[in-house]
């Protein structure tokens, strides 16, 4: 990586921040809805009725997130092969930004419905453009490492958002949760000013002009000729199991964490106050670990898949994936045993996803790369917006606790192993143009 130009590594950096900002608003309602949801449904915080609650509107708006997100990732995909990567990144940026500060303004469940989904679709067209744009620009032989390093800013974003979180309801308004929440969506504005940075300091590449210039303009049912048919199923396939996965676990992190603490500050006799702070406290604790492991996770892809190969590599993540998530929530652990283990999950259900930005843009043409990667990427995202839906609806039916439900998922990764018959391994492939 040291024999990057400054250039790439200013290409590198403006899409790593693209994606790192558009996780971190995009995971901004998980933290805030214990305080957000009560509130606009005029219920008292903490209350069983707002804990209820809490779950089933958390996984209802995840998959609300999901479907907008899986619209944009293929409608922008198809954006950035038509007027190229940088305008489609900034473009998508502005969108995910404003959507998410609006949602500060929500006076009910429903307009902070409408926002998020507004800020989901550009949420879901940033990843395409940025990934095809570091693909693009980086030399054949550093391919796989710019495109894991690009994904380290998932854990950034999460990281940045467990802070602001902390920070805003945790210390400046720990004694005003009812207003604390808009507070943390304002935040969502920061990605405004890194989108008109990225649009100064990174032109079009050279790849995208070249053939947007020579080459007939794509077309999503390309994706489903005879050329490109088993490449697009591929993608699909690998990327599907692999969203099931970190969405049921990942939107209920806060919640999980919410819970264990909860019932430890009633065993310590806690007042209000203690019980807030324990609670932010525990939710930290949880999603760092959660991101750390995910951050080692997205780093050792890169070995993986150079000396294992990107088929084998799948194998083995999905396999240990099932293995993490059924020992957190399958056990019989003490509270914050099972909040280290989310570490255990992070390595393995976020980690795999480091993949993503380099395997995706290689099976396809510079063309075509947008379209096909936003679509394998995102629209598997349709059928993933069921997972946070249905665990949020079962665990507030009482039809079995969160921790119960989540056990559940981890069998979801299971289904990688049964799909590798169709996976196109793609080690040692120069990029097509």
Request: net charge positive; charged share 10%.
């Amino acid at each position: 990586m040291l024999s990057l130009s400054r250039y790439q590594w200013t290409v590198l950096f403006a899409a790593w921040l693209g994606w790192g900002f558009d996780i971190f608003d995009g995971i901004l309602f998980n933290y805030v809805a214990p305080n957000c949801v009560p509130t606009l449904l005029g219920l008292t915080i903490g209350s069983p009725e707002a804990k209820q609650a809490t779950l089933f509107w958390t996984g209802l708006l995840t998959s609300l997130l999901l479907v907008g997100w899986a619209i944009g990732g293929v409608i922008f995909g198809w954006v950035a092969d038509r007027i190229g990567r940088t305008r489609t990144l900034l473009l998508t940026m502005l969108l995910y930004a404003l959507g998410t500060a609006a949602c500060a303004l929500a006076p009910n469940i429903w307009v902070l419905m409408a926002f998020r989904f507004i800020a989901s679709l550009g949420i879901g067209g940033e990843w395409a453009a940025g990934a095809s744009m570091v693909t693009e620009v980086m030399p054949e032989q550093r391919r796989v490492e710019a495109g894991a390093l690009l994904y380290t800013s998932a854990p950034f974003g999460l990281f940045l958002a467990t802070f602001v979180n902390l920070q805003i309801v945790g210390v400046w308004f720990k004694d005003a949760p009812e207003i604390s929440w808009r507070y943390v969506f304002l935040c969502g504005l920061l990605p405004a000013v890194v989108a008109f940075a990225v649009r100064l300091f990174v032109k079009e590449p050279e790849r995208w002009q070249k053939a947007a210039q020579q080459a007939p303009p794509p077309r999503i049912r390309e994706l489903f000729g005879p050329e490109f048919r088993r490449y697009t199923l591929s993608g699909f396939l690998m990327a599907l199991v692999a969203l099931l996965a970190w969405w049921s676990c990942n939107a209920f992190i806060p919640v999980v964490a919410t819970g264990l603490a909860q019932s430890a500050a009633k065993a310590q006799n806690l007042d209000k106050s203690g019980t807030l702070a324990l609670v932010e406290h525990w939710k930290f604790v949880a999603t760092a670990c959660f991101n750390l492991g995910g951050l080692i996770g997205t780093l050792l892809t890169i070995p993986a898949a150079k000396h294992l190969g990107r088929k084998t590599m799948f194998a083995l993540y999905y396999a240990l994936s099932a293995a993490a998530i059924l020992a957190t929530f399958g056990l019989d652990l003490a509270p914050m045993t099972r909040l280290y283990l989310y570490f255990a999950v992070g390595l393995t259900v976020f980690g795999v996803f480091g993949s993503f930005t380099y395997y995706l843009p290689e099976l396809f043409p510079t063309r075509l790369r947008g379209t096909g990667s936003g679509f394998c990427y995102n629209i598997g995202r349709l059928l993933a917006a069921a997972g946070p839906f249905l665990v949020g609806a079962a665990a507030a039916r009482g039809t079995g606790t969160v921790l119960d439900v989540l056990f559940w998922v981890g069998f979801l990764p299971l289904l990688g192993l049964l799909f590798m018959p169709w996976v196109i391994e793609t080690r040692g492939r120069t990029l097509a143009d």
